[in-house]
């Protein structure tokens, strides 16, 4: 659709960014802070460990002091469960649930309405030891921990997103050290698709508890949406397409807002004895949730062919690289779209798309809880970080974005992926997404000072004219 006119962004429209806990705040064992499965995880060769991130820990004034001047409406960060439960259920850590009230009053503050992600990959360790989420019992160790929260700042926090990248954490858990699978499990599809399951459950239960606690409060999901072209107008390609959105976008989002799994996916499951277990009341609950909108990052889009073979590959894709899943649908590498110094594909276009399809899916306002570019900046000797890129790829998405609400797209917020950098997943501290530079190298911490990138008052403008003034 062409538009003649632009539409405005929403005069509430959320302007912010993200990070999460442990990819931020360092600090990894401290104040009573139990281990989560990242800070027991063997990192990638040549990467850093996660003792010390952003030290946003110890910075946090300094950081939301930054993120003010920036004009954000919102910042979007994630508790850790271990620094507020060090064993996951049981005792409170009292300088835990301490220091997020600093934090959240610290955004307060400046006026800056805090979006708390309740879990983003940090499983406590000490869960993970009694079987992580193939455990039935994470349900309630969920529900519990999701409690705790909603008690400590549901009196400042208005905005509540429940479990970060579930499907990232179902399709690629070993790529960002996540996937605890039991020892002598003979069907790891079932087992992952179980311990989705326990997810499932565990997020509508507290949607529920939040509503049923809170009730002023919004609360939704923040899975990692990629719409998924044909690679062809071949119709076998089509039925692939659908296929890969099923199992990595819908299942996610039919069961957060209508409490069903996908039938697509739910065959899949069925050809490869891969069911996961109900046990009684589940379907109710499942249909508890209601989120009250639709948080989810976006990178890029994915594309794929036919799959004839039933023949497993071996995978090690990421979130954003295509995957294949023998007889169901094979990913193929987009000819149309550059990609990113990391090899990610670039697809604003592909963000207005995928907007568009969440909508006419689900009714339900949207904010977008990460996007961004990765890439290996450099500080100059006179403190400034020239990240044109950056600005290149941020401008183009936002512009998308308007377009999308122009279509009719309920928007409330825009949250590029990071306030600030911080450590990568799998690829360390050289991968910086962030606005504002963090002076450490992946081993040498050097200062730890912050700098302003370009980026960072590229993006003041556009906060403070609303999203009217993207020029440089
Ligand atoms: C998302 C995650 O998948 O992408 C973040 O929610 C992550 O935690 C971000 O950092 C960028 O990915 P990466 O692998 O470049 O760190």
């Known amino acids: 659709m062409l538009h003649e006119k632009k539409k405005s962004f929403p005069e509430y429209f959320l302007w912010g960014a993200s990070t999460s806990a442990y990819q931020v705040e360092g600090a990894s064992l401290l104040d009573g802070k139990g281990p989560s499965c990242q800070d027991v995880k063997k990192v ?9 991130c952003a030290d946003q820990y110890h910075r946090y004034k300094e950081d939301i002091a930054l993120m003010a001047e920036m004009g954000f409406k919102t910042y979007r960060f994630s508790v850790s469960w271990s620094r507020i439960l060090p064993e996951g259920t049981g005792a409170v850590n009292p300088k835990g649930i301490q220091y997020y009230n600093d934090l959240i009053n610290e955004c307060l503050k400046y006026g800056i309405e805090p979006l708390v992600t309740m879990f983003h990959f940090d499983m406590p360790a000490a869960l993970d030891r009694r079987g992580s989420w193939s455990n039935r019992e ?30 990232m ?27 989705n399951h326990h997810m499932l459950v565990a997020q509508a ?9 809170l009730p002023k409060a919004k609360i939704g999901p923040a899975p990692n949406i990629s719409l998924i072209y044909p690679a062809s107008c071949n119709p076998k390609d089509v039925l692939a397409a659908q296929n890969y959105n099923a199992l990595r976008n819908w299942l996610y989002l039919d069961m957060a807002v209508y ?30 949730g209601h989120p009250d909108f639709i948080g989810f990052n976006y990178y890029n889009t994915t594309t794929c062919t036919w799959s004839d073979s039933m023949e497993a590959a071996g995978s090690t894709a990421d979130q954003q690289s ?17 990609v990113t110094e990391f090899g990610w594909e670039i697809d604003p276009e592909g963000f207005r798309a995928t907007i568009r399809e969440i ?17 290996y900046d450099k500080l100059t000797d006179d403190g400034k970080v020239h990240d044109s890129y950056r600005i290149e790829y941020l401008r183009r998405h936002i512009e998308q974005m308007q377009l999308a609400i122009a279509d009719g797209c309920d928007m409330m917020g825009y949250c590029p992926w990071s306030a600030i950098d911080l450590i990568s997943t799998h690829e360390g501290m050289v991968k910086r997404y962030g606005f504002i530079y963090v002076d450490r190298e992946e081993f040498d911490l050097k200062t730890m000072d912050r ?12 906060i403070a004219t609303n999203g009217q003034d993207l020029s440089d």
Not at 44 to 52: A, E, K, N
Not at 170 to 184: D, F, M, S
Not at 205 to 213: E, P, Q, R, S, V
Not at 322 to 338: R, T
Request: net charge negative; proline share 5%.
């Open 44 to 52: 990638p060769d040549g990467t850093s460990d996660l003792t010390v």
């Open 138 to 167: 994470s349900v309630d160790w969920f529900a519990d921990y999701a409690k705790v929260l909603f008690k400590n700042y549901g009196d400042r926090v208005k905005y509540w997103l429940t479990i970060n990248e579930q499907n």
């Open 169 to 195: 954490l179902t399709l690629c858990g070993p790529v960002i050290g996540t996937l605890t699978i039991p020892e002598g499990t003979t069907n790891i599809l079932k087992e992952t698709y179980q311990q």
């Open 205 to 213: 239960k507290a949607m529920a508890l939040c509503h049923a606690m």
């Open 259 to 288: 409490g069903r799994y996908n039938d697509l996916v739910w065959a899949y499951l069925e050809e490869h004895d891969a069911i996961p277990e109900f046990i009684e009341g589940d379907d109710i609950v499942l249909k508890s």
């Open 322 to 338: 295509a995957f294949d899943i023998p007889g169901f649908f094979k990913g193929f590498k987009n000819p149309h779209l550059p």
């Open 359 to 375: 909508y006419s899916r689900y009714h339900l306002p949207m904010i977008i809880t990460e996007n961004g570019l990765g890439a």
């Open 451 to 462: 700098y302003r990138k370009d980026s960072f008052y590229w993006y003041q403008k556009v």
